[in-house]
């Protein structure tokens, strides 16, 4: 089983920084398969990110992924206030979050 | 637009059985894998299972196999998990989700809430 490592547990920024978020993969994972999702308290996560770059319909461009075989990063260019949340890497198995909180 | 809508959850008991459901619309709910993901208040997303769009493959995770059974039926646009010999480490919010892959999940529902507790 592949298991997934995020880095780091949580990110204290402000808006308007940039945030970078890594994904390590125990294993070399196919880039088709691996996504980001962001989850907001109360509510249902939200995909961000398929095949490791490809942004999901309606995602603002200030979200990029990037990344092969093990490693893999998603990058907010300038954080706004609505993307101060949880991000979950995921190829099948979801890695066990980083929180994006203001600093 | 795309919906999904879960129903079934509530407070069991250890050792018994409850039954989800999740309904579809909005797209062609034949078309597509259908996966259920779990969140432990608290805690990180845990994938549970899979079915593909004829229902002909169907994966577990480990800490589910052998207990709970995915199934779907294409002509009611539904998605099924019949969870039996529930233990306390099951108490979640259970998410039923889309995949054209299997893999990647584009649309979620808003979840139900399992709590087993005697």
């Known amino acids: 089983e592949i298991v997934l490592t995020q880095s780091p547990g949580t990110l204290s920024l402000s808006p308007g920084e940039r945030a970078t978020l890594s994904c390590r993969a125990s294993?070399?994972?196919?880039?088709?398969?691996l996504a980001w999702y962001q989850q907001k308290p109360g509510q249902a996560p939200r995909l961000l990110i398929y095949?490791?770059?490809s942004r999901a319909t309606g995602i603002p461009d200030r979200f990029s992924g990037s990344g092969s075989g093990t490693d893999f990063t998603l990058t907010i260019s300038r954080l706004e206030p609505e993307d101060f949340a949880v991000y979950y890497c995921?190829?099948?198995?979801f890695g066990q979050g980083t929180k994006v909180e203001i600093k | 637009q795309v919906q999904l809508v879960e129903s079934g959850g509530g407070l069991v008991k250890p050792g018994g059985s409850l039954r989800l459901s999740c309904a579809a619309s909005?797209?062609?709910?034949?078309?597509?894998?259908m996966s259920w993901i779990r969140q432990a208040p608290g805690k990180g997303l845990e994938w549970v299972s899979y079915?593909?769009?004829?229902?002909?493959?169907?994966y577990y995770a480990d800490s589910v196999k052998g207990r709970f059974t995915i199934s779907r039926d294409n002509a009611k646009n539904s998605l099924y998990l019949q969870m039996n010999s529930l233990r306390a480490e099951d108490t979640a919010v259970y998410y039923c989700?889309?995949?054209?892959?299997?893999?990647?999940?584009?649309?979620w529902g808003q979840g139900t809430l399992v709590t087993v507790s005697s």
């Open positions: 989700a889309r995949s054209g892959d299997g893999y990647t999940f584009d649309y």
């Open positions: 909005g797209f062609t709910f034949s078309d597509y894998y």
């Open positions: 079915i593909s769009s004829s229902g002909s493959t169907i």
């Open positions: 294993q070399s994972v196919s880039s088709s398969y």
């Open positions: 095949g490791a770059s």
């Open positions: 995921q190829q099948l198995t």
